[in-house]
Nanobody, 122 residues
Framework: VQLQASGGGLVQAGGSLRLSCAASERTFSSYAMGWFRQAPGKEREFVAAIRRTGDNTDYADSVKGRFTISRDNAKNTVYLHMNSLEPEDTAVYYC????????????????WGQGTQVTVSS
């Protein structure tokens, strides 16, 4: 599966962005999807994940209530809606796919997108 993330950019604190991740395969609905991020000088960390059917989601505590993950299986796309952005959200955001259930573990994902930069200014 090839994943293409987009939608990053520069935004002021308190603003919003929507990230998209388009998958190359029509079997997209077979994969649980996750979003991870990596800030400068830090390890990559889990942000959010969604099951194949979209009926179950999981969020890191740091983004819960501000970010929403969703998917459109007809468009082979997963989204990350980010509201009330904070400078601490600045990072490169990656989407990832795995068979089976959602996971918070980076190593559990089989396919990765190239990343999209999100910069939040104070």
């Amino acid at each position: 599966v090839q994943l293409q993330a987009s939608g990053g950019g520069l935004v002021q604190a308190g603003g919003s962005l929507r990230l998209s991740c388009a998958a190359s395969e029509r079997t997209f609905s077979s994969y649980a999807m996750g979003w991870f991020r990596q800030a400068p000088g830090k390890e990559r960390e889990f942000v959010a994940a969604i099951r194949r059917t979209g009926d179950n989601t999981d969020y890191a505590d740091s983004v819960k209530g501000r970010f929403t993950i969703s998917r459109d299986n007809a468009k082979n796309t997963v989204y990350l809606h980010m509201n009330s952005l904070e400078p601490e959200d600045t990072a490169v955001y990656y989407c990832a796919a795995r068979t089976g259930l959602t996971s918070r573990r980076e190593w559990a994902y089989d396919y990765w997108g190239q990343g999209t930069q999100v910069t939040v200014s104070s």
